[in-house]
């Protein structure tokens, strides 16, 4: 089975790390069953810790390789437990149109120790790019809002959603029409932590994200 990343604005094209038969090619990389271990478990391991050795060198886009791997093995472990169908939000976006998104079941990583052990690695991965890469927030609340029960900061996670709204949707009315549809993804983000976050803190996360924002601006602007 094929999967392709959750978050599709994250989706990586992954070049090819070693040529021969002991590592694993780039599309393996979105294969779940490569992923779960059930083909090529001896050269994707392999293949692993090449990205995670290249990673712990601090390069920015090393780290984003890794962790869109453990983000794609993050994701075939869900569906693994808990199958494709999800339930489905209409919204409109900034020119009254009616847009739909699928939002996925979660499993309970408490439930399912290689789930959390995978969850724990994209969380820990993601944490080291907040602050200056959009994408790997975007994630971080996803997966604050999607395993609540188990990572328990929700207040984390929508710092991270709020702060880039307000980076990427300010404006928006002179936006062009890929980032009115992202900030439509992002507003449905947002939502999803009205149960999750009491509206009495949301005033101050807001100001934490605002903050963020405008470093993140100040440093896109040099």
């Given amino acids: ?3 392709k990343l959750l ?11 070693v040529h021969g038969a002991t590592t694993v090619s780039d599309t393996d990389l979105e294969n779940c069953d490569l992923l779960l271990g059930k083909t090529k478990k001896a050269a ?6 090449t990205l995670k050795d290249a990673a712990a060198g601090g390069n ?3 780290i984003m390789r890794y962790g869109a ?3 794609n093995r993050l994701a075939c472990l869900n569906t693994k437990y808990t199958g494709d169908e999800g339930w489905g939000m209409v919204m409109s976006d900034e020119d009254g149109n009616n847009v739909e998104a699928k939002h996925p079941p979660h499993a309970d990583p408490g439930a399912h120790p290689d789930l959390a052990a995978a969850l724990r690695e994209a969380v820990a991965t993601f944490e080291r790019l907040a602050e ?21 900061q929700p207040a984390k996670g929508y710092v991270y959603i709020a ?8 404006n928006l009315a002179d936006r062009d029409k890929a980032t009115k ?41 040099r």
């Avoid at 996360?205 to 896109?220: C, G």
């Fill in 163 to 170: 702060g880039v709204y307000s980076a990427e949707c300010r």
């Fill in 181 to 221: 549809s992202r900030c439509v993804s992002l507003r449905q983000d947002r939502i999803l932590y009205n149960s999750l976050v009491p509206l009495a803190q949301r005033a101050r996360l807001d100001d934490e994200a605002t903050a963020w924002a405008d470093r993140y601006l100040a440093r896109k602007s």
């Fill in 44 to 49: 994707f391991g392999r293949t692993m810790k």
């Fill in 7 to 17: 978050l599709t604005t994250c989706l990586l094209a992954f070049a090819p790390l």
């Fill in 69 to 71: 791997a453990l983000h």
């Fill in 132 to 152: 200056t890469d959009v994408r790997a927030r975007i994630l971080l609340g996803n997966y604050y809002a999607d395993y609540n029960g188990y990572l328990k």
């Fill in 1 to 3: 089975m094929r999967f």
């Fill in 60 to 62: 920015a886009n090393d």
